[in-house]
């Protein structure tokens, strides 16, 4: 990949990180604040769900924000873009559309596959 072409994905992921701790930020202070006290069932209910959901994005975005600082070491390191299962580089295309990826197209859809199998 050309230089122009990993500049353009190291400041997309340093934007997505970006966002993500802007996110983070805002969802703390959700869970800061506290939800309210309700007598109605239903609205108990209700506040529950919402702050299981909050914690299941966080941690969606926690991993996703893991992603993204692995990927940007391993630009500086000079690694990005390479397949971790085969050592082939991964095709700019798939970087493009995957920032994140670690693995060829090929490797992966083999990774898929072996874990449709083991899923049946």
Do not use: W
């Not at 095709?91 to 859809?109: G, I, Q």
């Amino acid at each position: 990949m050309n230089t122009s072409g990993t500049e353009e994905i190291r400041h997309r992921l340093t934007i997505a990180l970006q966002e993500i701790e802007e996110a983070h930020e805002g969802s703390m202070e959700l869970l800061a604040d506290g939800f309210q006290a309700f007598a109605d069932t239903v609205d108990v209910a209700s506040q529950e769900t919402d702050r299981k959901i909050l914690l299941a994005l966080r941690e969606r975005d926690r991993q996703r924000a893991r992603d993204i600082r692995r990927a940007l070491r391993q630009l500086e390191d000079g690694n990005y873009g390479i397949c971790e299962e085969c050592g082939e580089p991964i095709a700019p295309a798939r970087l493009k559309a995957f920032p994140t990826t670690t693995l060829c197209v090929h490797c992966k859809e083999a990774l898929e596959q072996e874990q449709y199998a083991h899923a049946r």
